[in-house]
Nanobody
Framework: QVQLVESGGGLVQAGGSLRLSCAAS????????VGWFRQAPGKEREFVAA????????HYADSVKGRFTISRDTAKNTVYLQMGSLKPEDTAVYYC?????????????????????WGQGTQVTVSS
């Protein structure tokens, strides 16, 4: 079992930056892939970014490519989502999720059903 806790959300102006954290307890992320998803009001949850812990391979949604960066800190057992050039449409609750499934193609990690563990979410609000 692994427990995930997100933090770092908040209110930011358009064009600003935020860094979200996803900390794991119970087990290390060593054998996992970790993804970030988001859900805006009235919309379905959507994939944002994923990282495969072992090689630090990453995959991004087109909507955030070039603006967001997913990374990991092995010492802290934490995954980060650095968000830049934020837009009002980035407003959502952001969730991190973890899976032990190893996929050679990191695009596999865009699927919600891939993940076994989810955090409680953290709100990100971008004002115009």
């Amino acid at each position: 079992q692994v427990q995930l806790v997100e933090s770092g959300g908040g209110l930011v102006q358009a064009g600003g930056s935020l860094r979200l954290s996803c900390a794991a307890s119970g087990r290390t992320f060593r054998d996992y892939a970790v993804g970030w998803f988001r859900q805006a009001p009235g919309k379905e949850r959507e994939f944002v970014a994923a990282i495969r812990w072992s090689e630090s391979s990453t995959h991004y949604a087109d909507s955030v490519k070039g603006r967001f960066t997913i990374s990991r800190d092995t010492a802290k057992n934490t995954v980060y989502l650095q968000m830049g050039s934020l837009k009002p449409e980035d407003t959502a609750v952001y969730y991190c999720a973890a899976t032990t499934i190893y996929a050679g193609d990191t695009s596999y990690y865009i699927r919600e059903g891939t993940y076994d563990y989810w955090g409680q979410g953290t709100q990100v609000t971008v004002s115009s």
